[in-house]
């Protein structure tokens, strides 16, 4: 009888790994078929054996503890990949890694979406942890130090070969060591590119006082031709039909920095260029070090989270830039952008000098039920009523792609005539903008699929459609303010523009010395914009790797269709 249960676990210890190793066998099968050689076939299958069987090598480490902690670390690894795979329906390349990462605040809507998926993933990666932990029956033929070094050194030769090849190189090997790989490669890409302290301010003002406010306003998830002013089917945005007292100037379609949300937000606040981001990001002043020493105080308002959780890489060393820090805690998720706009209204009518920066709510998904019953103006659409509480983040539940897309941009286009066309209809009519200049963009485009292309996906993917970084760009003040000759190069900037072209707008109109704004950051929207028109989709291009730039060519945008009803 002894023996009998001996041998059982012997066949349970290696069922439950092999079960937790070849569960998506889909996914080993569809990189085999992406391989066009003999010898990468060869080559992929001696890699995946050699990381497969240091699982099995770790399983029989007789030493207990140690057996543990080993099942513990591949158990979290696996669950993480596992878990990406089935939210993202794509592979978890190490750009994304680094992005979720840098979107950690936003955990805990991610596990109330995708709480399916986890609970999944979870499950697989139980079997995985027992499989380890079940004590093992023998001894492998390798001395005790080989045995418990060997999954270690095996995950080094792998981080090795990513590191070489740029990290790729993961597609289709065993989930247990991908993200543990990736996190190597993110602690020595850390380490190694360590800028140090972070510079102060070292550009010269005009010796004068700024006499209004400057905002910038980031909405989130808003493709630019869905507007209607710039498309003949777009979504009203009240940006049209302005006050006789105001003047706004639209540059039309601009190229977002990336085709995601913290890249960008981080480059907007640090004032990265095409040619050195990265290390501009990391040493240069943020824009609320340039206000402050202009004489502004800053106000940060996010409507996106709530309870002081920072996000976009703003960390509290940046946070203590910033004087009055505002979210919209016990505001419902609807209702945050019109908030925010009455909060602004407030800040232009005072009398202080304020440089705000606005996070929107905007349309990132879920939209099903970011705009009121009354704003259910295009039909069909996405069904309602179970992601009122969700920011962001979202699921794919309520729409299988295919077909569906045309409920998504439905509901999409009422999400734009609310949190666009309400919160600027507000603004402009409670707002003395002769007191303020407004920047409007967005963080990232949209692709809605008006192509029929495949996927779930809308934005932050590897290959992307151009739609991905197309975003408004248009500039709101009084006519009255003559902070800056707006329309002097507007007809040559428009279409061509850039959020690369904010950053030194910003500092133009803080009054800081131009030549060294140009030099430092590039050219100002009031000037010639000569930059090539493209967002970059591999912002984390390391290891020898180069940024991915999607060029933005006018004539190819999938233009929005009418393929709704319209609601009177």
């Given at each position: 009888m002894?023996?009998?249960?001996?041998?059982?676990?012997?066949?349970?210890?290696?069922?439950?790994?092999?079960?937790?190793?070849?569960?998506?066998?889909?996914?080993?099968?569809?990189?085999?078929?992406?391989?066009?050689?003999?010898?990468?076939?060869?080559?992929?299958?001696?890699?995946?054996?050699?990381?497969?069987?240091?699982?099995?090598?770790?399983?029989?480490?007789?030493?207990?503890?140690?057996?543990?902690?080993?099942?513990?670390?591949?158990?979290?690894?696996?669950v993480?990949?596992?878990a990406?795979?089935?939210?993202?329906a794509?592979?978890?390349?190490?750009?994304?890694?680094?992005?979720?990462l840098?979107?950690?605040?936003?955990?805990?809507?991610?596990?109330?979406?995708?709480?399916?998926?986890?609970?999944?993933?979870?499950?697989?990666?139980?079997?995985?942890?027992?499989?380890?932990?079940?004590?093992?029956?023998?001894?492998?033929?390798?001395?005790?130090?080989?045995?418990?070094s060997s999954?270690?050194?095996?995950?080094l030769?792998?981080?090795?070969?990513?590191f070489m090849?740029?990290?790729?190189?993961?597609?289709?090997?065993?989930?247990?060591?991908?993200?543990?790989?990736?996190?190597?490669?993110?602690?020595?890409?850390?380490?190694?590119?360590?800028?140090?302290?972070?510079?102060?301010?070292?550009?010269?003002?005009?010796?004068?006082?700024?006499?209004?406010?400057?905002?910038?306003i980031?909405?989130?998830?808003?493709?630019?031709?869905?507007?209607?002013?710039?498309?003949?089917?777009?979504?009203?945005?009240n940006?049209?039909?302005?006050?006789?007292?105001?003047?706004?100037?639209?540059?039309?379609?601009?190229?977002?920095?990336?085709?995601?949300?913290t890249e960008?937000?981080?480059?907007?606040?640090?004032?990265?260029?095409?040619?050195?981001?990265?290390?501009?990001?990391?040493?240069?002043?943020?824009?609320?070090?340039?206000?402050?020493?202009?004489?502004?105080?800053?106000?940060?308002?996010?409507a996106?989270?709530?309870?002081?959780?920072?996000?976009?890489?703003?960390?509290?060393?940046?946070?203590?830039?910033?004087?009055?820090f505002?979210?919209?805690?016990?505001?419902?998720?609807q209702?945050?952008?019109?908030?925010?706009?009455k909060?602004?209204?407030?800040?232009?009518?005072?009398?202080?000098?304020e440089?705000?920066?606005?996070?929107?709510?905007?349309?990132?998904?879920?939209?099903?039920?970011?705009?009121?019953?009354?704003?259910?103006?295009?039909?069909?659409?996405?069904?309602?009523?179970?992601?009122?509480?969700?920011?962001?983040?979202?699921?794919?539940?309520?729409?299988?792609?295919?077909?569906?897309?045309?409920?998504?941009?439905?509901?999409?286009?009422?999400?734009?005539?609310?949190?666009?066309?309400?919160?600027?209809?507000?603004?402009l009519?409670?707002?003395?903008?002769?007191?303020?200049?407004?920047?409007?963009?967005?963080?990232?485009?949209?692709?809605?699929?008006?192509?029929?292309?495949?996927?779930?996906?809308?934005?932050c993917?590897?290959?992307?459609?151009?739609?991905?970084?197309?975003?408004?760009?248009?500039?709101l003040?009084?006519?009255?303010?003559?902070?800056?000759?707006?329309?002097?190069?507007l007809?040559?900037?428009?279409?061509?523009s850039?959020?690369?072209?904010?950053?030194?707008?910003?500092?133009?109109l803080m009054?800081?010395?131009?030549?060294?704004?140009?030099?430092?950051?590039?050219?100002?929207?009031?000037?010639?914009v000569?930059?090539h028109?493209?967002?970059n989709?591999?912002?984390?291009?390391k290891?020898?790797?180069?940024?991915?730039?999607?060029?933005?060519?006018?004539?190819?945008?999938a233009?929005?269709?009418?393929d709704?009803?319209?609601?009177?």
């Amino acid at each position: 009888m002894f023996v009998a249960v001996e041998k059982l676990k012997v066949h349970l210890k290696y069922a439950l790994i092999l079960f937790a190793i070849f569960a998506d066998y889909e996914i080993y099968l569809n990189r085999l078929s992406q391989l066009d050689s003999l010898l990468t076939i060869v080559f992929y299958l001696g890699i995946f054996c050699f990381l497969s069987s240091l699982i099995f090598v770790a399983a029989y480490i007789q030493n207990n503890y140690i057996r543990i902690v080993f099942g513990i670390i591949f158990f979290i690894s696996f669950v993480f990949y596992d878990a990406c795979l089935r939210i993202m329906a794509e592979f978890l390349t190490y750009s994304t890694f680094v992005s979720l990462l840098n979107a950690r605040g936003f955990i805990g809507d991610a596990i109330s979406e995708y709480y399916v998926a986890i609970g999944i993933a979870l499950t697989k990666g139980l079997f995985l942890l027992v499989g380890i932990w079940l004590k093992p029956n023998y001894t492998l033929p390798l001395s005790k130090t080989v045995n418990i070094s060997s999954p270690a050194i095996g995950l080094l030769l792998f981080t090795g070969l990513l590191f070489m090849r740029g990290g790729d190189g993961g597609r289709g090997m065993p989930g247990m060591f991908v993200p543990l790989s990736y996190a190597n490669l993110y602690l020595y890409d850390t380490l190694a590119h360590d800028f140090g302290e972070r510079k102060a301010v070292n550009i010269n003002r005009q010796n004068k006082v700024v006499k209004h406010d400057i905002i910038l306003i980031i909405d989130e998830s808003i493709r630019g031709d869905y507007l209607d002013i710039n498309s003949d089917y777009g979504v009203k945005s009240n940006l049209h039909n302005k006050p006789d007292n105001i003047v706004i100037f639209n540059y039309g379609l601009a190229a977002s920095i990336t085709n995601c949300s913290t890249e960008t937000n981080v480059t907007l606040r640090y004032g990265g260029t095409r040619t050195n981001y990265l290390e501009i990001n990391n040493t240069m002043p943020s824009i609320w070090q340039y206000a402050k020493k202009a004489g502004l105080k800053n106000v940060y308002i996010d409507a996106q989270r709530t309870g002081g959780k920072l996000q976009n890489k703003m960390d509290e060393l940046e946070l203590k830039d910033i004087d009055k820090f505002i979210q919209f805690d016990g505001t419902p998720v609807q209702q945050r952008d019109i908030e925010a706009s009455k909060l602004l209204v407030e800040l232009i009518n005072n009398d202080e000098k304020e440089f705000v920066i606005v996070n929107k709510i905007g349309a990132h998904f879920p939209i099903h039920d970011k705009y009121p019953d009354e704003f259910l103006k295009y039909k069909p659409v996405l069904s309602r009523g179970n992601f009122l509480n969700i920011t962001d983040t979202g699921s794919r539940e309520g729409f299988k792609g295919g077909d569906d897309w045309l409920l998504y941009r439905n509901s999409y286009r009422n999400t734009l005539l609310w949190n666009v066309g309400e919160f600027f209809s507000f603004i402009l009519s409670h707002a003395d903008l002769n007191k303020a200049v407004i920047i409007y963009t967005s963080d990232h485009g949209q692709d809605l699929h008006e192509r029929g292309n495949p996927g779930l996906h809308t934005h932050c993917t590897e290959s992307p459609n151009i739609e991905e970084g197309i975003v408004p760009l248009v500039i709101l003040t009084g006519n009255t303010t003559n902070a800056i000759n707006w329309g002097k190069n507007l007809s040559n900037n428009y279409n061509r523009s850039s959020h690369y072209n904010i950053f030194p707008t910003l500092l133009e109109l803080m009054l800081y010395e131009k030549q060294k704004v140009l030099s430092s950051y590039g050219v100002p929207l009031s000037d010639i914009v000569n930059g090539h028109y493209a967002f970059n989709a591999q912002y984390h291009a390391k290891f020898g790797k180069k940024p991915k730039w999607i060029k933005i060519i006018k004539s190819s945008i999938a233009k929005p269709n009418n393929d709704y009803m319209v609601t009177k």
